[in-house]
């Protein structure tokens, strides 16, 4: 059994940089908590397990380890995985994990919370985390659901070119990693940009939640299956003129999703 840790108060964690996974590099990782034994031990075992670990003890902090204009930023260091706690004193989890995803920092969150609701969760996921484990929480556990989390970030930046794949109004550049729709770039997470990039390879084709988990996520996903809920909340939000009434990516109801 791993070792379990219930903290009296919140943590969190962010990152800044693009990724700079490779198999030859150790990942670095990025732990903000207020509570010194939590992130100590954290850190403590992450670094046995031959990462890169960066801390801070505040929100304010890890703003400043976030965005340059505020500190002295993280631009040079590469982070590849936050670990954020949904409640700090000051700035929270919550917020940090909007910041992030606002400004296009798209390396995978881990939430670590006390709380344990499923509104949280979802609250947690609707803000751009990609995984979720409630303390008290055993160091095995924290160890795989990261190394799940880089495993399927370091797959989804290293994908070869395939080809420009179009759909109506929708031109999606594989190599680049872009997306055109009705002449507009827009700026998808690259689980977002996974999802479309598979709808457009099979038109019409419709996937269930449980197809697109095993192949976004990966088999060995463990977090909260709503998350492909929202990231096509998400997905539909940024492509579809009238997201409430989608052209593009339907719901068949009670099977799946498609586009078309």
């Known amino acids: 059994m791993g070792r379990s840790y219930a903290p009296s108060r919140c943590a969190l964690t962010v990152s800044k940089a693009i990724s700079r996974l490779s198999p030859s590099a150790p990942a670095r990782i990025l732990v903000i908590d207020d509570e010194d034994l939590?992130?100590?031990?954290?850190?403590?075992a992450l670094t046995e397990e031959g990462y890169q670990v960066v801390t801070a003890a505040t929100g304010q902090r890890a703003m400043e380890l976030m965005f340059p204009a505020t500190g002295d930023g993280m631009?040079?260091?590469?982070?590849?995985?936050?670990?954020?706690?949904?409640?700090?004193?000051?700035?929270?989890?919550?917020?940090?994990?909007?910041?992030m995803r606002h400004h296009?920092?798209?390396?995978?969150?881990?939430?670590?919370?006390?709380?344990?609701?499923?509104?949280?969760?979802?609250?947690?996921?609707?803000?751009g985390a990609d995984d979720y484990l409630p303390k008290p929480f055993g160091m095995r556990e924290l160890i795989a659901r990261c190394r799940?989390?880089?495993?399927?970030?370091?797959?989804?930046?290293?994908?070869?070119?395939?080809?420009?794949?179009?759909?109506?109004?929708?031109?999606?550049y594989?190599?680049?990693?872009?997306?055109?729709?009705?002449?507009?770039?827009?700026?998808?997470?690259?689980?977002?940009?996974?999802?479309?990039?598979?709808?457009?390879?099979?038109?019409?084709?419709?996937?269930?939640?449980?197809?697109?988990?095993?192949?976004?996520?990966g088999a060995d996903f463990v977090g909260d299956r709503k998350t492909v809920d929202v990231h096509i909340r998400w997905l539909r939000?940024?492509?579809?003129?009238?997201?409430?009434?989608?052209?593009?990516?339907?719901?068949?109801?009670?099977?799946?999703?498609r586009l078309g």
């Open 38 to 44: 939590i992130r100590e031990t954290v850190a403590m």
């Open 75 to 99: 631009a040079g260091l590469g982070i590849d995985l936050a670990i954020v706690d949904l409640m700090l004193p000051g700035v929270n989890g919550l917020d940090l994990c909007r910041l």
């Open 104 to 127: 296009q920092l798209d390396m995978p969150i881990l939430i670590l919370s006390a709380k344990g609701a499923e509104l949280d969760r979802v609250v947690g996921l609707e803000v």
């Open 148 to 172: 799940a989390l880089l495993r399927r970030y370091q797959w989804s930046v290293a994908q070869p070119d395939k080809a420009i794949l179009a759909y109506k109004d929708i031109l999606l």
């Open 174 to 217: 594989t190599a680049e990693f872009r997306v055109v729709v009705v002449g507009q770039e827009v700026a998808l997470s690259p689980k977002e940009f996974r999802i479309l990039e598979l709808f457009m390879q099979s038109p019409g084709r419709v996937w269930s939640r449980e197809e697109l988990i095993r192949l976004i996520w």
């Open 237 to 257: 939000e940024k492509i579809e003129p009238d997201p409430a009434n989608p052209q593009y990516v339907t719901t068949l109801r009670g099977f799946g999703y």
